[in-house]
């Protein structure tokens, strides 16, 4: 088809294309995305290199659109490109001509190289198909496009018959796709691919994909491992492929070398679980009167005061099967695993008759429940409910527990019929204390000057636990020191920096400071010595622990669960004594912040006094708080009773240290001198006495006076409870 015949030749200006009208248009050079976007009822056919074309009746929206002036310049400039080349016989010029039309038409261009290439009025060189590539590369959909065939067609014909086999350029260009065909064809000529990098959404979908497929392979692994039975009857766990890759909680003690000797300090307790492993050994004696066993024990209490330790006696002390398992260990990321634990748990135990089952930080399953909750989050605490105590009657089965959390606990979980007993295991008392420490220090060499009294006095609120770490740390302590044995003070000093901190011998003090400090300190002791129904001192010491600068501590006759009007106005005397040291040596304007703890102390003590404690006459024996709030009249009271309690103490404080001003001075010096004193060096060095420091790590830690013996403290609490 000649090129007159492609294109629009007799459309010279807008004239003659507004006459178009029902005449058929051939409309291979108009862009396609033009015509969709004006939404021209016209079909367009892309098959370049065919000799068929698409006809279309133009409708008058596209003829308005034809009128419209880009539309028109374009056509215009496009026909007049077509002319020029059909008029010239320039071929460098025709190049030229096919260059600018390929700046707006890219795909119109390749066509346009091929008609003349057919034609034969364009050589086959390099610089055209240099052209050629470039038009078909500038647009994807012109690279969709081209007929390759029909290129590859001419320039084999070419090639025959010798046409433009003189140009060289002709002559590479027709190698170079001559080569590109027979390309991969031998090892001697191969493909040179070169890899794309892929998209972001394509790396995304990818590893989302890899993703999905991991965690698909591992759950269906861990349900194989989970559902698995351990056919080994003397397994220590049930359940599970092997013992090794086993995901079952149920874990029976084969032995443990824990018995009710080894528990101490909380007598009660213990005589409680006593009877349940007398029971399992002999269920004769206790269900002769029509009794039954008891299907579960609650262990309650503070962290570290026995309540495993108490567990481990049980299994090493019962004859039974012993099962044990922690809360934590039953719900996982898989719904219905945690019921399923608790199954296997109690099977294994029903298996074996009558058992014991321990379940530890019960609270991390029995918490209460409420009714936002997930079912997922109820199942594994209904399946043990079901299982205590449910339709099917549990029997021989007994299952101890143990939280620091019993107020979290779902009420049906602790009702009678599942925990039927609750045993409390509070902290230890001074008695408890004392056996505790006897019991640790059995395993330690210990110095002639190690008083265990002392040291379950100095230690009030210890649990267990702490008093373990006591021993330990003071036998550290000792290694270090390259000393034979452990000595008091040893544990002092392990008992000082579990309390206080470490000391912090590498603070920059000034001389100013530490005499302030020991002035502040010496007011604190010399109050204490001198005031009836004051505790007595324990230590006084000047070396920075933690935030304070220095401490007096002081050693009650025992455990005391209620004060005296006496004791309380003896405390508040030695809160003040350090603020008056400072003010009668130093005076009013050098007083320092250091007693703000001091007038923090003495404040709660005094306002619990007159708002709870009713020991102010003009408020009366009342009780005030945040819900029973008192009126502004009564207020203004309180504060009144408050402000005169702290000002006769404090007046009190400065009479002491005023008549006894030399031996402030006396304890101000020695602590300046030696850091850290005891009670009955205070004492010594008030004699005139110096404390002998000549023996490392063996000085005098005795209090400032004779405490009454533990004993004896126990007597006398038989003896009250007796009257």
Same mark, same amino acid.
């Given at each position: 088809m000649m090129m007159s015949q492609r294109y629009f030749q007799s459309l010279s200006n807008r004239r003659q294309l507004s006459k178009i009208g029902r005449n058929f248009v051939q409309?291979?050079?108009?862009?396609?995305?033009?015509?969709?976007?004006?939404?021209?009822?016209?079909?367009?056919?892309?098959?370049?290199?065919?000799?068929?074309?698409?006809?279309?009746?133009?409708?008058?929206?596209?003829?308005?659109?034809?009128?419209?002036?880009?539309?028109?310049?374009?056509?215009?400039?496009?026909?007049?490109?077509?002319?020029?080349?059909?008029?010239?016989?320039?071929?460098?010029?025709?190049?030229?001509?096919?260059?600018?039309?390929?700046?707006?038409?890219p795909a119109v261009a390749c066509k346009t190289i091929e008609i003349l290439l057919t034609e034969g009025s364009l050589p086959l060189n390099e610089d055209v198909l240099k052209e050629y590539i470039f038009a078909a590369s500038f647009n994807r959909k012109s690279i969709d496009s081209l007929n390759i065939n029909a290129l590859i067609s001419i320039i084999q014909k070419n090639s025959v018959n010798g046409t433009f086999m003189n140009n060289e350029s002709t002559k590479l260009s027709t190698g170079m796709l001559s080569g590109m065909l027979t390309k991969g064809s031998s090892s001697t000529d191969p493909i040179y691919m070169k890899t794309v990098a892929p998209s972001f959404r394509e790396k995304l979908g990818s590893e989302v994909l890899k993703l999905l497929s991991f965690m698909f392979m591992i759950a269906f692994i861990y349900s194989l491992i989970d559902s698995g039975k351990a056919t080994n009857p003397n397994s220590k766990s049930v359940g599970g492929i092997s013992s090794f890759l086993s995901s079952s909680v149920v874990h029976q003690a084969e032995k443990s070398n824990k018995s009710f000797n080894d528990v101490v300090g909380i007598d009660e307790a213990k005589a409680d679980l006593e009877e349940i492993v007398q029971y399992l050994k002999n269920p004769q004696k206790f269900t002769r009167l029509g009794g039954k066993l008891p299907k579960g024990v609650l262990l309650t209490g503070p962290p570290g005061t026995g309540k495993t330790l108490l567990a481990r006696a049980i299994a090493g002390e019962a004859n039974v099967p012993f099962f044990f398992a922690s809360g934590s260990e039953f719900d996982e990321m898989f719904v219905g695993v945690g019921a399923k634990r608790i199954r296997d748990l109690f099977d294994a135990a029903k298996s074996k008759g009558q058992a014991i089952i321990f379940i530890d930080e019960i609270d991390a399953i029995g918490g209460s429940r409420h009714l936002k909750d997930q079912s997922a989050m109820k199942m594994t605490l209904n399946q043990l409910l079901v299982e205590m105590d449910g339709f099917e009657e549990n029997t021989g089965v007994v299952v101890i527990a143990a939280t620091n959390f019993p107020q979290d606990l779902d009420k049906a979980l602790v009702r009678p019929g599942r925990f039927d007993k609750h045993v409390d295991v509070p902290l230890p008392d001074i008695g408890g204390r004392k056996a505790i420490l006897e019991l640790y220090l059995k395993?330690?060499?210990?110095?002639?000057?190690?008083?265990?009294?002392?040291?379950?006095?100095?230690?009030?609120?210890?649990?267990?636990?702490?008093?373990?770490?006591?021993?330990?740390?003071?036998?550290?302590?000792?290694?270090?020191?390259?000393?034979?044995?452990?000595?008091?003070?040893?544990?002092?000093?392990?008992?000082?920096?579990?309390?206080?901190? #470490?000391?912090?011998?590498?603070?920059?003090?000034?001389?100013?400071?530490?005499?302030?400090?020991?002035?502040?300190?010496?007011?604190?002791?010399?109050?204490?010595?001198?005031?009836?129904?004051?505790?007595?001192?324990?230590?006084?010491?000047?070396?920075?622990?933690?935030?304070?600068?220095?401490?007096?501590?002081?050693?009650?006759?025992?455990?005391?669960?209620?004060?005296?009007?006496?004791?309380?106005?003896?405390?508040?005397?030695?809160?003040?004594?350090?603020?008056?040291?400072?003010?009668?040596?130093?005076?009013?304007?050098?007083?320092?912040?250091?007693?703000?703890?001091?007038?923090?102390?003495?404040?709660?003590? #005094?306002?619990?006094?007159?708002?709870?404690?009713?020991?102010?006459?003009?408020?009366?024996?009342?009780?005030?708080?945040?819900?029973?709030?008192?009126?502004?009249?009564?207020?203004?009271?309180?504060?009144?009773?408050?402000?005169?309690?702290?000002?006769?103490?404090?007046?009190?404080?400065?009479?002491?240290?005023?008549?006894?001003?030399?031996?402030?001075?006396?304890?101000?010096?020695?602590?300046?001198?030696?850091?850290?004193?005891?009670?009955?060096?205070?004492?010594?060095?008030?004699?005139?006495?110096?404390p002998d420091t000549s023996k490392i790590g063996n000085r005098n830690q005795q209090p400032s006076r004779d405490l009454k013996p533990i004993a004896q403290i126990n007597k006398d609490q038989i003896n009250v409870n007796k009257n």
């Amino acid at each position: 088809m000649m090129m007159s015949q492609r294109y629009f030749q007799s459309l010279s200006n807008r004239r003659q294309l507004s006459k178009i009208g029902r005449n058929f248009v051939q409309l291979t050079t108009l862009p396609y995305s033009s015509l969709k976007k004006n939404n021209t009822n016209i079909v367009y056919n892309n098959n370049v290199g065919k000799q068929n074309t698409t006809i279309v009746t133009p409708h008058r929206t596209f003829l308005n659109w034809v009128k419209s002036a880009p539309t028109y310049n374009h056509l215009k400039s496009h026909i007049a490109i077509m002319e020029s080349i059909k008029k010239t016989d320039d071929i460098n010029q025709k190049l030229k001509l096919v260059k600018s039309l390929s700046a707006f038409h890219p795909a119109v261009a390749c066509k346009t190289i091929e008609i003349l290439l057919t034609e034969g009025s364009l050589p086959l060189n390099e610089d055209v198909l240099k052209e050629y590539i470039f038009a078909a590369s500038f647009n994807r959909k012109s690279i969709d496009s081209l007929n390759i065939n029909a290129l590859i067609s001419i320039i084999q014909k070419n090639s025959v018959n010798g046409t433009f086999m003189n140009n060289e350029s002709t002559k590479l260009s027709t190698g170079m796709l001559s080569g590109m065909l027979t390309k991969g064809s031998s090892s001697t000529d191969p493909i040179y691919m070169k890899t794309v990098a892929p998209s972001f959404r394509e790396k995304l979908g990818s590893e989302v994909l890899k993703l999905l497929s991991f965690m698909f392979m591992i759950a269906f692994i861990y349900s194989l491992i989970d559902s698995g039975k351990a056919t080994n009857p003397n397994s220590k766990s049930v359940g599970g492929i092997s013992s090794f890759l086993s995901s079952s909680v149920v874990h029976q003690a084969e032995k443990s070398n824990k018995s009710f000797n080894d528990v101490v300090g909380i007598d009660e307790a213990k005589a409680d679980l006593e009877e349940i492993v007398q029971y399992l050994k002999n269920p004769q004696k206790f269900t002769r009167l029509g009794g039954k066993l008891p299907k579960g024990v609650l262990l309650t209490g503070p962290p570290g005061t026995g309540k495993t330790l108490l567990a481990r006696a049980i299994a090493g002390e019962a004859n039974v099967p012993f099962f044990f398992a922690s809360g934590s260990e039953f719900d996982e990321m898989f719904v219905g695993v945690g019921a399923k634990r608790i199954r296997d748990l109690f099977d294994a135990a029903k298996s074996k008759g009558q058992a014991i089952i321990f379940i530890d930080e019960i609270d991390a399953i029995g918490g209460s429940r409420h009714l936002k909750d997930q079912s997922a989050m109820k199942m594994t605490l209904n399946q043990l409910l079901v299982e205590m105590d449910g339709f099917e009657e549990n029997t021989g089965v007994v299952v101890i527990a143990a939280t620091n959390f019993p107020q979290d606990l779902d009420k049906a979980l602790v009702r009678p019929g599942r925990f039927d007993k609750h045993v409390d295991v509070p902290l230890p008392d001074i008695g408890g204390r004392k056996a505790i420490l006897e019991l640790y220090l059995k395993k330690l060499q210990l110095s002639k000057d190690v008083n265990v009294e002392i040291l379950a006095r100095g230690t009030p609120g210890f649990s267990g636990a702490e008093l373990f770490n006591l021993v330990n740390q003071a036998a550290l302590k000792a290694s270090i020191d390259g000393l034979n044995n452990v000595t008091m003070q040893a544990f002092e000093y392990a008992k000082d920096k579990i309390l206080m901190g #470490a000391e912090k011998r590498s603070a920059i003090i000034s001389p100013e400071t530490m005499k302030t400090t020991a002035f502040h300190e010496a007011g604190h002791a010399l109050v204490a010595m001198k005031t009836d129904g004051s505790n007595p001192i324990h230590k006084a010491t000047i070396m920075p622990r933690g935030r304070a600068l220095g401490m007096v501590m002081q050693l009650p006759d025992g455990d005391q669960t209620s004060y005296s009007r006496k004791q309380m106005f003896a405390h508040l005397d030695v809160c003040m004594g350090g603020r008056v040291a400072e003010e009668l040596v130093f005076g009013p304007e050098n007083v320092t912040s250091g007693a703000s703890n001091d007038i923090l102390q003495a404040t709660r003590l #005094a306002t619990m006094m007159v708002t709870k404690y009713g020991l102010s006459d003009k408020v009366g024996i009342i009780h005030f708080d945040e819900k029973i709030r008192a009126s502004n009249e009564t207020q203004k009271y309180i504060d009144e009773e408050v402000k005169l309690i702290l000002t006769e103490s404090y007046n009190r404080a400065k009479k002491i240290i005023e008549t006894n001003r030399k031996e402030l001075d006396i304890i101000a010096k020695g602590l300046q001198e030696y850091e850290s004193l005891s009670g009955n060096e205070l004492v010594e060095l008030l004699k005139g006495n110096k404390p002998d420091t000549s023996k490392i790590g063996n000085r005098n830690q005795q209090p400032s006076r004779d405490l009454k013996p533990i004993a004896q403290i126990n007597k006398d609490q038989i003896n009250v409870n007796k009257n």
